[in-house]
């Protein structure tokens, strides 16, 4: 069964302190790619140079999020949000990297987006400035992607169908869905299903067991070699970012990826 795994350098590899040091660490791991949050304050042309020395593809990367878990559905920062995008790219360009995850935001405190009339005017900030990011990333070659995210207290976006949803009235080509199965378990569970009726929407996967983050062979709610197998049988022909922490040194827990690393 051949699957494509990225390791994901802002949570493995953390025993290489400099970041420059993990793309060599994962490719010397047996990875064909890596995926990272945005890597803050390292020059672009080391960036560059670290990730071309060790030959790997760098498939995914955070936005920038100004300081404050992203700011795509927040009100009255919409030029805020297009630097931060234009920093974003930047950055995507200078590792070659495709996708870009772009934070939405989160909701003041004590505030809800079950909280009507103040969820419908996020809703509508966070379509118009992702139909503008869709199509000034599509002038790079870079897809946006949007997340659920389920660990950020007040997060806009938390639920898989309400992501569709967002996609739906974006309407987009260049907009898909980044497919967390952390966040969903938590959330929504019933992943098989899941996987199924949203695989027209997803441009990206990422992994890890619930509830502890931790790698997919250990304990948890999340039969992996069975979801593994069910992502092979519907085609996915994606990336799957490893986006866990690790028992320890990270190659010390990499045994359950050998099967899947079929060429």
Not at 71 to 93: D, H, N, T
Not at 183 to 212: A, F, K, W
Request: aromatic letters at 10%.
């Amino acid at each position: 069964m051949a699957l494509k795994f990225a390791a994901n350098l802002s949570f493995t590899f953390l025993e290489h302190k400099n970041f420059l040091d993990r793309y060599q660490a994962a490719k010397n791991a047996g990875f064909k790619a890596v995926e990272s949050g945005f890597p803050l304050d390292i020059p672009f042309e080391e960036l560059s140079n670290a990730r071309e020395n060790a030959q790997i593809e760098h498939v995914l990367m955070n936005s920038f999020d100004g300081g404050s878990q992203g700011l795509a559905a927040v009100p009255g920062r919409e030029e805020e949000f297009k630097q931060c995008l234009e920093l974003s790219i930047k950055y995507a360009e200078a590792v070659r990297c495709t996708r870009l995850h772009v934070l939405a935001g989160v909701f003041p405190k004590g505030v809800t987006n079950t909280d009507n009339k103040l969820a419908v005017l996020w809703e509508e900030i966070y379509v118009k400035n992702m139909k503008y990011a869709a199509q000034r990333l599509e002038e790079c070659g870079i897809t946006l992607l949007l997340e659920p995210i389920s660990t950020i207290p007040g997060y806009f976006l938390s639920l898989t169908q309400q992501a569709i949803n967002l996609i739906k009235k974006v309407d987009h080509k260049n907009m898909k869905l980044l497919l967390d199965l952390f966040h969903h378990q938590r959330t929504s569970g019933n992943l098989t299903e899941t996987l199924t009726d949203c695989m027209p929407y997803i441009g990206h996967i990422q992994v890890s067991q619930v509830p502890n983050r931790n790698e997919p062979s250990l304990d948890g709610e999340i039969n992996y070699p069975f979801i593994f197998h069910q992502l092979a049988k519907l085609g996915y022909k994606g990336w799957i970012g490893c986006e866990y922490h690790p028992r320890g040194r990270t190659e010390d827990g990499l045994g359950w990826l050998v099967p899947y690393l079929v060429d």
